[in-house]
T-cell receptor
Framework: GAGVSQSPSNKVTEKGKDVELRCDPI?????LYWYRQRLGQGLEFLIY????????KSGLPSDRFSAERTGESVSTLTIQRTQQEDSAVYLC?????????????FGEGSRLTVL | GEDVEQSLFLSVREGDSSVINCTYT??????LYWYKQEPGAGLQLLTY?????DMKQDQRLTVLLNKKDKHLSLRIADTQTGDSAIYFC????????????FGSGTRLQVQP
């Protein structure tokens, strides 16, 4: 597709359930990022994938959060045993090699509500 | 770690200039960015400035960087109602962890 695609756009779940959020980056973009945006706040870095290198997981808030990426394509962010504080918009972004490190193309986000 | 701070809200009248300010703590930031987020949408890159520059102009947008004071500003000339959005500044290093550190965003409201 032309842009970064995320699904689902909205997810409502019950506390304690697991959720999976999906990101399809722009074709050819080797770098992929996940950010979390709580209501009224800035973006919080979660994880960064670059090609075949080991991902930078330093932003994951707890071991309930994990992410995978298949080659240089789709990524899945998984949150296990969801808590109410996990409610946020989860944004995925990708970037093209050779650009400055912060030139990111963002998806529209997946809004997660944990009841 | 890096902190990036922004004022939360700015209201201007249509046709006026808007100035959105940002301060950052990490002097190693090589690039500084401005992103725009419209309601219900993802972030869109507006412009960026390399740390060895003082100013960058791009149509109605002017970015000013004061490295000594670690202060970044975005000026929008002839502000339009379509400019109403949240504006985020962000910094990135050229090496090490290549992830942006975002401010909390400034909500710009343009009154007709």
């Amino acid at each position: 597709g032309a842009g970064v695609s995320q699904s689902p756009s909205n997810k409502v779940t019950e506390k304690g359930k697991d959720v999976e959020l999906r990101c399809d980056p722009i074709s050819g973009h080797t770098a992929l990022y996940w950010y979390r945006q709580r209501l009224g706040q800035g973006l919080e870095f979660l994880i960064y994938f670059q090609g075949n290198s080991a991902p930078d997981k330093s932003g994951l808030p707890s071991d309930r959060f994990s992410a995978e990426r298949t080659g240089e394509s789709v990524s899945t962010l998984t949150i296990q045993r969801t808590q109410q504080e996990d409610s946020a918009v989860y944004l995925c972004a990708s970037s093209f090699p050779g650009r400055s490190p912060g030139e990111l193309f963002f998806g529209e986000g997946s809004r997660l509500t944990v009841l | 770690g890096e902190d990036v701070e922004q004022s939360l809200f700015l209201s201007v009248r249509e046709g006026d200039s808007s100035v959105i300010n940002c301060t950052y703590t990490d002097s190693s930031s090589t690039y500084l960015y401005w992103y725009k987020q419209e309601p219900g949408a993802g972030l869109q890159l507006l412009t960026y400035i390399f740390s060895n520059m003082d100013m960058k102009q791009d149509q109605r947008l002017t970015v000013l960087l004061n490295k000594k004071d670690k202060h970044l500003s975005l000026r929008i000339a002839d502000t339009q109602t379509g400019d109403s959005a949240i504006y985020f500044c962000a910094g990135a290093r050229d090496t090490g962890r290549r992830a942006l550190t975002f401010g909390s965003g400034t909500r710009l409201q343009v009154q007709p």
